[in-house]
């Protein structure tokens, strides 16, 4: 079975950084794009940025230029560095991932569990 484990949270300052990281493992054949979402209190849960396995990344407008997502194909692993970050990205941040389990399967997404980012001073 697969599983995604998000690192890297925790309580930063106002401008401040942090890089979050999530890692896939299990049975696994192949993975496709690989995403990051985050949910605040009392808030749905909103796309922060994609990463496809071809094409362009893309970002919510909340953080572009603060933002950027990367991933390591060799690790299965996805990233998401935060600059200059704010009280308003204070959320619970999670990782997921459309892949692959053998070669007779469709791509689905699978989700991690999520890491807690506070921002406040």
């Known amino acids: 079975q697969v599983q995604l484990v998000e690192s890297g949270g925790g309580l930063v300052q106002p401008g401040g950084s942090l890089r979050l990281s999530c890692a896939a493992s299990g049975s696994i054949f192949s993975v496709n794009a690989m995403a990051w979402y985050r949910q605040a209190p009392g808030k749905q849960r909103d796309l922060v940025a994609t990463i496809p396995s071809g094409g362009s990344t893309n970002y919510a407008d909340s953080v572009k230029g603060r933002f950027t997502i990367s991933r390591d194909n060799a690790k299965n692993t996805v990233y998401l560095q935060m600059n200059s970050l704010k009280p308003e990205d204070t959320a619970d941040y999670y990782c997921?991932?459309?892949?692959?389990?053998?070669?007779?399967?469709?791509?689905?997404?699978?989700w991690g569990q999520g890491t807690q980012v506070t921002v406040s001073s």
């Open positions: 997921t991932a459309a892949l692959q389990q053998s070669p007779r399967d469709a791509l689905r997404w699978y």
